[in-house]
């Protein structure tokens, strides 16, 4: 079946940067465009960027656009995010989400990964 | 960007009734060439990601119970719980895929009365 399976929690101090895996499975890895998204604790979602597997281009969201890069390793079926300069509002889940439409750079999630919990402090 | 604006923000439904959830689009996302709504709807348990119900605002994702439907058009949109189980209890989000940024509603809260 189709999984997403991310890397674990991580602590971060302010200034740092994280680096998080989303290894895909159970598909064309480069069939479909692959989202980011994150969660802060209590609150709602917010869409970070995209990437394409297949070639490998990317857009972030305004609010990332610096801090952001986003990759892929199609050799191990692996897309990563990294956010730079980090602080503590930065403290979230992040989860990548496959577009489920092939193809489709923009569409509805279907999966998403388990969910990586970032924490910047001090 | 699209604001996308759930309404309430949270409810309590009693077991076996009715619940309602409204989302409301800053501009539309029908696109007129296939006349298609690019709204989507997910169910978020917690500890767990989200997972979508409805997709093409009506469409319900195989598997789904068909208690769940989802309707409108342009840009106002509901989801409807026909009758709530207890598993239902969940945060629920709207997106709109039209354009990018993709964006979300703030999240309605359905809990048992």
């Known amino acids: 079946q189709v999984q997403l399976v991310q890397s674990g929690a991580e602590v971060k101090k302010p200034g740092a940067s994280v680096k998080v895996s989303c290894k895909a499975s159970?598909?064309?890895?480069?069939?479909?465009?692959m989202h980011w998204v994150r969660q802060a604790p209590g609150q709602g979602l917010e869409w970070m960027g995209i990437?394409?597997?297949?070639?490998?281009?990317?857009t972030y969201a305004q609010k990332f656009q610096g801090r952001v890069t986003m990759t892929r390793d199609t050799s191990s079926s692996t897309v990563y995010m990294e956010l730079s300069s980090l602080r503590s509002e930065d403290t979230a889940v992040y989860y990548c989400?496959?577009?489920?439409?092939?193809?489709?750079?923009?569409?509805?999630?279907?999966?998403w990964g388990q969910g990586t919990l970032v924490t910047v402090s001090s | 960007d699209i604001v996308m604006t759930q309404s309430p923000d949270s409810l309590a439904v009693s077991l076996g009734e009715r619940a309602t959830i409204n989302c409301k689009s800053s501009?539309?996302?029908?696109?007129?060439?296939?006349?298609?709504?690019?709204l989507a709807w997910y169910q978020q348990k917690p500890g767990q990601p989200p997972k979508v119900l409805i997709y093409?605002?009506?469409t319900r994702e195989s598997g789904v119970p068909d208690r769940f439907s989802g309707s409108g058009s342009g840009t106002d949109f509901t989801l409807t719980i026909s009758s709530l189980q207890a598993e239902d209890v969940a945060v629920y989000f709207c997106?709109?895929?039209?354009?990018?940024?993709?964006?979300f509603g703030g999240g309605t809260k359905v809990e048992i009365k």
């Open positions: 989400a496959r577009v489920e439409e092939t193809v489709a750079r923009l569409g509805y999630f279907d999966p």
């Open positions: 159970g598909y064309s890895f480069i069939s479909n465009y």
């Open positions: 990437i394409n597997p297949s070639g490998g281009s990317t």
């Open positions: 501009q539309s996302v029908l696109y007129i060439s296939n006349n298609k709504n690019y």
């Open positions: 093409w605002a009506s």
């Open positions: 997106q709109q895929y039209y354009n990018s940024p993709l964006t």
